[in-house]
């Protein structure tokens, strides 16, 4: 067994799974906090089987010096506290010969599965050492062996142990540190994994969700109003904003249901609050009409959508890229608006922040594509400052000869009224309307209002932010969202492999930056567009805006499992021979 | 015009030729909707009149205050929105029985649930005007001049009092567009009512359901105004739909969002 | 004045417009049934004021000896029975020098728009004649006047008055004959504009809108069930279905909205009957979600959208083809279904036929696109007879091993239990769910059924209604629904200008025949795409779909008002210099 | 199986295993569910039980008669559309608080009213669960475990029985999850009764609210049937929400689409 050896990034990757009421998923969140306090940089994905609560569940960490957003390929280290139903989960487990297996001697055979990858076995008598302490638990002897395995420090972890069991009260805190102390020696006799340097001198990272990223974005924005109906995945984010949003004198309302939450948005940011809510597919298909009267009234707003494997009620719990076509086509009529998606964690802070920016300067509606992986993983990432943007709703009267409150302006932008403000008074309507929003439907009123509406989207200077790009190369990779990160480490392997790839990846998809796209794909030997849906709907949807050459290729597929790099990798070079 | 004299009715009223037939109803109650503003003294920046999609939805145009001319069903949830965004506002929302009581029921029962400080106007013609003369809830079973249901519903009206009153509402009156003066009282007192208030107006379609005229016959005050809800559940649930007056008014605990002075964005970083 | 020297297809334009009142609607439809009483071909469209009932109006007619589905770009005969509130219309009634004007005496002077034209102005007492007559009425004289200039018989005009009138009573139809008796007369010493060949022997023609037209599609179809929500431009079509359905032994239930509605079909066809709605726009918005429900669960229903001026609420008295996109694209996740839309008013009963035995064959959602235009205007038409399909829903057990309700088969249709048999029990499922229907997540049945709900429909041989086909030439006009009969008679006009040109017309819009497709547009010289919306919806789609080469144009505006020959001829023979 | 042996309640339960958490009230009233259908006997194949989504709308897959698992709030509808089409099957619709009677609130008002011949079963937790723990419209104002709602909703309780009284259901019972042999005598009564049988069932969230293991103590029966609506609305107006059994039962005529002996298309062409 070697020290990353997969990979050019040099991370582990560790699974601790278990059957319900185990604590696995305790065990891996307190692994990922100590992981943070080591000045570690890391990923956390969890995994339950169909129960409501208390099944079977898998926790799935990856850490390393570098900045990660994906998983690995494969798992160096899994520890089971059991094995029962670990089949669910298989598929999720990828192993190999150099990985490790921890197993528990009380709880029987390895299942074949796992057998089956011939990694490296070691038995030891977990729940049986938890319970020579009284109170012990076998996830925190779990959580010792895993910490000693993944070169972390013994002090330091029983530190991060106590503060986050702080709330059980101190006699489990207790008996866990001495659990957590007991695993870490009974391994220590072993080489280690992995080996932190010593953390550098560098501001404390943060150990957040995406779901929090995307709320505390919001708020940077200036969101000071959210009406929301709970959805899996994306309640969390709710969760995390409601008494957030309250400290900063905004407030949250739980609706009936998504066509009243949008609705509710309409109203608040009609009153001038800057307004937004999260849901997931089924939500977003509930509000498409609302989301229509925004864009036709040019009031602001913003969707964040938490997407999960689709169609219909689908797989609620499992990440897909599938609500792509519903974000930027599902509305009736041409009702042109901005479509963006973060490409990391970290980044469902900014693209928020900006989301919410551009809404309220451009008056229309934004719908932010995060997923089920970017909302509810959590990522140990440097701190993600707001970017203070200057972007603000053009509000009162600005020119002498009335208020006009859908004025054609050159730019397309015409002035808000707010009320309380006595010299723009208008009727907001979702009727074709004039100049001044009385309802028309003459010949030139219609095309106009048309033109005013794509317009102000179209002519707008979204300056760099609206991709990432990296590196030079015959081969370009081109994503966008949460496979971002799986297709940028998926580069830096190839790189390492003598294959120079250019890696695009869209944060604004509508609209689309054409023609400067078409430019930076002019050079491009090979496109091939990645992402996590089964139709290749962004591969599409580029055709249909006609950036990409008749020869770029696809790799598009479904969930419920994410892109991982090496995966990618492979396609890439298979694509090559062909 | 100088904002320091009183504002009159007319005052009220914007420049926009109202779209509706000739002896619709929904006319006097614009006209009395602009009298209750005027009465109150409300500054017209800081009243919003919302809706959905109908004849009576057309309303917030006519007004020369904010409006908001949404979708259809819609009204409740975007002037909530909007109240809970902006307390200070007087906001009034304003529809058919088709938009409040088809599309839109379930927020008129969450409206009521939820108790915001909100004024709710449905102008009850039981029909849908604006698409031309179809049932809507409020429509007698038996009425057959719908095409689309040639035999009539056979489903019994939807009580708009009653379920007011079942899920919550408290304060809940009935108007009638033949009685403009008394319809004005009414809103004057719904506007001033702290907490959700529910006006239901009759308010007749000219064009597709020339019957009610009728109405004017027909109309009736009730009991003198109940504070009991059981006493009113009573008298609601027996009475004819045609009473007019306030027919329950109860002091109830607003909801509105708790809106603290705000902190720093950096403390929750 | 010349007959027909606009085009050659031999026809001539009639407008008649008045007042709130004037009866110009009336006017027109009586004349439009003269003209299939004569054998003619004839369209008529209707334009009313932002009035909920009695405003101003105006009669579009277009009669012609060969079949015709469009309007011309010019109106030959004009007749005012007033002129309040002309300006309105102004824009949808062009007028050449060519055209005369009928004006009423007593109703002052004509509008300037008008005077502009240059057209020829006949000032007739119009309601002095009427009012000779006991309850006589202005329109009636118009309608005689209109009658000879047209060409039309008299005595044949008569018997079709009465006919229409008889419901108002023995008075009113025969002080009706006197009026069109004296109108008709008071012209007798012009020329007329318009000579009918004696009629052929043929069977007689129909008179009949787009809307009643889908209505008949669907009935036979199967359609036995329709659940849905008045609105405008569709609610027409449920008026006209709802006595209907219940003679032939099927139901129509008024649903409290659209979500009720799509769900209510969905209850009825997992029932085993073959179920239908028609709304517009915002209701298709609404039904986004139940829709994707029938998708994932497999359970077969059709949807008529007559679309209406969007985004929002738009205009809803006129047409426009921008719900391409949410036809195509607005369900949440990987969600393929068919779309498609009628050619012409005549053809709206033999799309919505195949639509509905399509959707029951494939067990998919079909939407039909037709709109304001195609729905509510009325044509006299050929009889459109039932093509009698043979495509049948695949129901009961099918094979030995037991009931699998997803089981994936090779042309990936699986057979539908329906309640009652006792065989093939099962519970539907909006979930993502293995062959038997159980819930599930796993790695493998996700992919194996989305893979399976989208072969079905790409495997499947649509045989060779999925477009209709006139012409070669080195132009290739490639258009879909209801814009397709103005570009079929710009083509003819092309070709008297001995440009040869091609038209492609899609009646199955998804999915799309791309193989064929692409085969076919691989000759042609220059292809545009003509459609009825700001964003170039299908133009967009079909690139997503790689079908069109690079240097493919689009002719795409929006509404309110339809393209119209001369228009296309126009962009075709300007794009042409370029 | 022998179709013709009388079924047991086991016969109709499917092999799937139920998702539900140890503990929670959904197993009984699926228990009391199959009971039922078992006395009264009826075919697994006449039978449909059509579900929204939610814990409680796992139901159907977990009975071996025909179900449809729809999506979130439209049960009703697509059982409306089953029965109208197929009206001589036996349509069960179920679903918990939130799938009824938040996002579901208007298809609940509706079905009340139009009174089609369904079973409709609410297992009421007062949460949502299935989405872990928010307030749903039946939830306690001063509830504050959810964290979206920290301050609890302050919005006062949806009133189901009022609700469904005042929007016409003609037969409205309340069962609990912990007296799983009146309830299935309670299925029983609402699967005969003929027209829109509302069957309000206390089901206790094990994971969400373990606090409802208190509702043992504190169910209790209430006055001999009522059949008098005006009676029935001031027991329900006055009601603690834990009264068992029928509350309310009385004939109405039950709407079902007028469905002709078929005449030939060609006629109508
Ligand atoms: C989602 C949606 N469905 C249907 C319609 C069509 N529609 C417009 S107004 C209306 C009903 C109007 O009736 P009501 O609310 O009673 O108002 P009235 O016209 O009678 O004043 C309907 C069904 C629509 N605009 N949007
Ligand atoms: C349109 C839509 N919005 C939200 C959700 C998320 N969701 C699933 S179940 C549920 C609530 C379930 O609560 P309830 O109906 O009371 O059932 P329980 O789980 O408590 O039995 C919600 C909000 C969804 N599936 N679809
Ligand atoms: S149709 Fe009826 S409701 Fe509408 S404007 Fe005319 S009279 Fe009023
Ligand atoms: S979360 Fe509550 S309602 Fe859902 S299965 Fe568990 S105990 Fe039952
Ligand atoms: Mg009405
Ligand atoms: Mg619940």
Redesign the interface.
Known sequence: MTVDSSTETLSLSVAITGSGGSGAITCGLILLEAVAAAGLYGLMSRSLGPQIRGGESAAMLRIAREPIDCLDDRFDLLIGLDWLNLERFADELPLVPDSLIVTDTGKGRLPDCLLASRAEVLALPVKQLADEITGGRSNMVALGIAAFLCGLDLNSLLVVTRRQLADKGEKTSEASALCVARGFRAVQNRARLFRPYPAEDKPPLWNISGNEACGLGGLRGGIRFVAAYPITPASDMLEWLSPRLEEVGGSLLQAEDELASVNMLIGASFGGVPAMTATSGPGLSLMAEGLGLAVASETPLVVINVTRGGPSTGIPTKSEQSDLNLAVFGMHGDAPHLVLAPLSIRDCAFTTEWAVRLAEALQTVAIVLTDQFLGQNRGITDPAHSAKFELRRKTGLQNEDGYRRYAIAEDGLSSMGIPGMPECIYTADGLEHDEQGVPSNLTSDHPAQLAKRLHKLTCFDYGPHWLEIQGEGDVCLLTWGSTAAAVFEAARRLRTQRIDTRVIALRLLAPLQREALRDLLRPAMRILVVELNHQAQCFHYLHAQQVLPEDAGSLARPGPIPWRPGEIVNQVLESQDR | MN?SLPLQAKDYK?S?KP????G?GHYAVFNALTKALAHLGL????V???SG?G?SSRL??Y????????????A???????????PE?TVVAAGGDGDGF??????F??AC???MDLTYIVMDNEV?????G??S?TTAPEWTQ??????G????R??PA??A????AGFIARGFSGKPADLAKLLVEAIKYKGFAFVHVLSPCR?FRPEQKGWKEQVHSGDPELHD??QV??CI??DDGLTLGVLYRHPM?V?Q?????????E???
Chains 1, 3 share one sequence.
Request: charged share 10%; with cysteine.
């Open positions: 904002a914007s926009i779209v509706w037939c000739p619709c500054a017209r920046e800081e919003a009149l919302i999609i004849c917030p145009a007004l020369n205050t904010y409006g908001f001319h949404g979708i259809h069903g819609r409740l949830p975007l002037a909530s929105g909007l109240k809970a965004a902006r506002l088809s599309i839109g029921g379930n927020h029962l969450h649930r939820r108790n849908y005007g604006m698409t031309k179809q049932a809830p719908s095409k689309l249901t040639p035999h519903t056979g489903i019994p939807f009580r009653a379920i009153l079942a899920a919550g064009t809800p059981l559940t009573n649930q027996s605990s909801w969002p708790i809106l603290q002075h705000p902190g720093s964005l403390q929750i970083e």
